[in-house]
Every structure is written in structure tokens, then in C-alpha cells.
């Protein structure tokens, strides 16, 4: 029999990880795993534990929101021959699942995790040297992801980041900055920047989704410029939120392997919805096929 290491995170989708314990562990048995079982701690466990743990294993498979698996994601990188990576869904959000086809159904997300489930490559990002496996971001509604309480994320999902994001509009400061990327660059005043590789982000489909593919060493970019009027912004804000809007003018996009941004001032990132950060000069590396990545048919 094979050996597993499942990471789950507790805290993840109002407790509901511990109510869903017992069917996610039998299916893991039926499908002739012996499992080793870790609840998280605190923040950073997860990419603690994986790290020091995870060589031993033939799997690793860990049960949370978008957060305990970009952990998860932190530590694999630093293991050698890391195995494959099974995800069950439990967040908020879960723009990974998205991504990867998986249920939202504990049980049925577990036995994609143990055995249905394809083992596909997957580009992973670093921001100034930190891992994110989804998305990078500044500007306008970036710092809303991680400053939002837990109990309004699991109450209204991503409706949350919206409600959070309107209240955050007056506050909202564009960055001077240049942008140099494969070669070329660009200069100008931006109101939100997002590195991606993720068909969600939020909850929501952006507008570059139609070209993501998860292994092709390249991200989507998506910059909103400063508009000339506030109706120029709703429209940009408008095409961000949703692909079937007409584009904007406020809208950059394009796709890069490798990008530096450098502004006169620090800059706050989100890292797959947590604070990254926050420096003038930050440079964002695809570092492709990086892990195996167990994902729905």
C-alpha cells in the first residue's frame, strides 16, 4: 500500500473540514492509501510541515481554502522529487478548485484527491523569491483579500471582497510605475495590477481565463490604468469583473514568463489572497512545470 500525507486545515470553510474527517478518510483506505493525518496549527504549519514531511510520502493531499493549499504549494518546492499534490476544497472562494475541475463535495473532491483525478504539471510563481500558485496582485481591491474578515468570507463568499472593495473605492491611489517583461516595457500610472494563472480569482472569471493554461511557463497579465473620468474607471472595473462586458480602454493585457515592476514607492502585494509584501522594485518569476498536481477529469 501507498503512503499519504493529508494537511488539512480545521479552521477552513466554518469548521466543516472536522464534520467531513471520517468519509474523507474512508475513501482515502478504499483506495488503498495508509494515511497519515495532520490538522494545522497556525499560519505557516502547513508549509512547515510539508516541507520537513513530505519526501516520505507518495502523496500528498491537503483540505482547506486557497491559502492552506498555497502553503502546501511553499513547501513542496523546497522537497526533492516532491510527490504529486491532491486538493479537497473547503474555502470560501476556492479559485483552485475552479481551476482544477474538482468537486465541491468533500467526499466526491477526496476521491478525485486519492485516485480519479489526472497528475498534470503546473507553473508555480515567485514573487521577489515567494512561491503563489494563482495570482499576484497590487492596487485597487489587492489589500481587501487579506483585510476582510474570516466571518463575512464564509458568509458571502466572494460577495465579500466586492462589498470590502466598494467600501475601499475612496482610498484608492493609482502607482507610477514601469513594467519591463520579456524584453519589453511599458511606463505609466495603474490603478491595479494581477500576475495569474487561475480561470478564477475571487470568485469571479477574468477576463484572460480563455488562455490559461496551467503548464505553458507563462502567466496572464492584466494591468487597469488611470482613466481620464471616473466613468472610464467603472468601465475598466466593469471588464476586470466580467468577461462578457466589451473591453475597455483602462484594460493592458498580455502574457510573460517574467516581469519587474519598479515605482518611487513601495508597493503591497496579495499572494493567492495574503499579504506578500511590500517593496519599490518587485520581480515576478514563472518557475514552469514546478509540481504534479492532481486535477478533475
Known amino acids: 500500500m ?3 500525507l493529508f494537511i488539512y486545515n480545521p479552521a477552513s470553510g466554518t469548521g466543516q473540514v472536522k464534520t467531513a474527517l471520517a468519509q474523507v478518510l474512508d475513501v482515502f483506505t478504499k ?3 495508509i494515511t497519515t493525518s495532520y490538522p494545522t496549527q497556525c499560519k505557516g504549519d502547513a508549509a512547515r510541515t510539508t516541507r520537513e514531511l513530505a519526501g516520505q510520502f507518495d502523496r500528498v493531499i491537503c483540505a482547506g ?3 492552506t493549499l498555497s502553503e502546501v504549494v511553499s513547501g513542496l518546492l523546497e522537497v526533492a522529487d516532491a510527490p504529486p499534490l491532491g486538493y479537497i476544497p473547503f474555502g470560501s472562494t476556492n479559485d483552485c478548485a475552479t481551476t482544477l475541475r474538482l ?3 468533500p467526499r466526491e473532491a477526496a476521491l478525485v484527491a486519492a485516485g480519479t483525478g489526472v497528475a498534470v504539471p503546473i507553473d508555480v510563481g515567485r514573487l521577489n ?3 503563489f500558485i494563482y495570482v499576484a496582485a497590487f492596487g485597487a481591491f489587492t489589500k481587501v483579500a487579506y483585510d476582510t474578515p474570516q466571518e463575512l468570507k464564509n458568509t458571502f463568499g466572494h460577495l465579500a471582497y466586492i462589498f470590502a472593495g466598494i467600501a475601499s473605492l475612496p482610498t484608492i491611489a493609482p502607482y507610477h510605475m514601469r513594467i519591463e517583461y520579456d524584453g519589453q516595457f511599458l511606463e505609466g500610472d495603474f490603478y491595479f495590477g494581477m500576475v495569474s494563472n487561475s480561470q478564477s480569482i475571487g470568485g469571479i472569471r477574468p477576463p484572460t481565463a480563455e488562455r490559461v493554461v496551467l503548464d505553458d511557463g507563462e502567466f496572464e497579465f492584466t494591468l487597469v490604468k488611470k482613466p481620464l473620468s471616473l466613468a472610464d474607471l467603472t468601465d475598466g472595473l466593469q471588464a476586470l469583473a466580467n468577461p462578457s462586458v466589451e ?3 483602462a484594460l493592458v493585457q498580455f502574457q510573460a514568463s517574467r ?3 519598479t515605482c518611487d514607492q513601495p508597493i503591497p502585494w496579495t499572494l493567492d489572497g495574503e499579504f506578500g509584501g511590500s517593496q519599490p522594485v518587485n520581480r515576478v518569476e514563472n518557475c514552469p512545470k514546478a509540481l504534479k498536481i492532481i486535477r478533475g477529469e
Open 2 to 4: 501507498n503512503r499519504l
Open 103 to 105: 468537486p465541491r463535495k
Open 259 to 261: 516581469l519587474t515592476f
Open 247 to 249: 473591453r475597455s480602454g
Open 31 to 33: 483506495a488503498g492509501w
Open 65 to 67: 481554502g486557497d491559502g
Open 129 to 131: 523569491g515567494k512561491p
